[in-house]
């Protein structure tokens, strides 16, 4: 399947093929109609806006996730990350995907400095800064700079995969297959985002509260031109996404089991921890 989103480069939803004759999993049509929605809805800013925003955020990120999100993003963090090293033994091979500053990295040695850490984003800013923190701590974090939707990785490397903060961003269906192929038969992939809250009671007024706070801290920081422009669009793609439950259903349409998921306020911040079912 194929949208044309205003007009611009095609974006490929991709449908079942190879990764079914792969898996023997097939998408259902009403994710795909779904993700071909997002795609055209968004399909422009993923490309061209959301490279030029994270070129001139990378020196406020952490300051100005935690004034938009009241400190929440990171203490749920922090949560997503004791989740995570539940099922991780000492030495484990670990990918974060749109590593951005390498915060989940950095978060992860911290706790642990055995583990390997690959980090893979399209943004060279974001990345600079993030093996600028690591090297400031003495870690090492192999970084490269590559799109999410092609990781520039043979099958079942991984013992782990990390995404955190960045689906919303991202064309869902066919960046989970990367990351399944990556993993290796019984890895896990570590999944934490702002989705579409579950309750209308807490989604509408959330959406009001982000665009006054994304345009808040847009303002305080001196922003681009290009992020003022994504004001409206932060708040526009969480209604497009997708409910902590439906996350779920995808998880497992992708071919991932034994799924623990744990929303704060219905979905305005939830993890999915899921497996890639053993050999
Ligand atoms: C909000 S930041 C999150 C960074 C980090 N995961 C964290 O938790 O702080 C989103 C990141 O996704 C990256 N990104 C967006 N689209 C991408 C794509 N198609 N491929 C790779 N990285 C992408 C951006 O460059 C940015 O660094």
């Given amino acids: 399947m194929e949208a044309r989103p205003g007009g611009g480069a095609p974006v490929r939803i991709f449908g079942c093929g190879k990764f079914k004759r792969r898996t023997g999993l097939s998408i259902s049509e009403s994710f795909l109609r779904r993700e071909n929605l997002r795609a055209r809805l968004f399909g422009d800013t993923w490309r061209t806006l959301i490279p030029e925003v994270f070129r001139d955020v990378p020196t406020y990120y952490d300051k100005g996730n935690a004034i938009a999100s009241l400190g929440n993003c990171s203490r749920c963090s922090n949560k997503f990350i004791a989740a995570i090293r539940r099922r991780l033994p000492p030495g484990s091979k670990v990918l974060d995907v749109c590593s951005g500053t390498h915060d ?9 400095p055995t583990l390997e850490i690959d980090a893979v984003d399209r943004s060279p800013h974001m990345t600079a800064e993030g093996q600028r923190r690591a090297g400031e701590r003495g870690l090492t974090i192999r970084a490269q700079v590559c799109d999410a939707h092609a ?10 995969v990390t995404l955190q903060f960045a689906s919303r961003h991202l064309e869902i269906i066919r960046a989970f297959k990367e990351i399944h192929r990556v993993l290796k038969p019984g890895g896990v992939f570590c999944h934490h985002d702002m989705l579409r809250p579950t309750s209308r009671i807490i989604e509408e007024p959330y959406l009001i509260y982000l665009r006054g706070s994304v345009w808040f801290t847009a303002k305080l920081f001196g922003s681009s031109p290009e992020s003022t422009k994504c004001i409206g669009y932060f708040a526009d793609a969480i209604r497009h996404f997708y409910k902590p439950r439906e996350l779920t259903a995808l998880l497992k349409e992708v071919g ?12 305005v911040l939830s993890y999915h921890i899921s497996r890639k079912p053993p050999r």
Avoid at 104 to 112: S, V, Y
Avoid at 151 to 160: N, Q, S
């Fill in 104 to 112: 989940i990295p950095l978060r992860l040695l911290a706790k642990d």
């Fill in 256 to 267: 991932f089991v034994e799924i623990e998921n744990r929303s704060f306020l219905t979905g």
């Fill in 151 to 160: 990781l520039p990785f043979p099958d079942e490397t991984f013992d782990a």
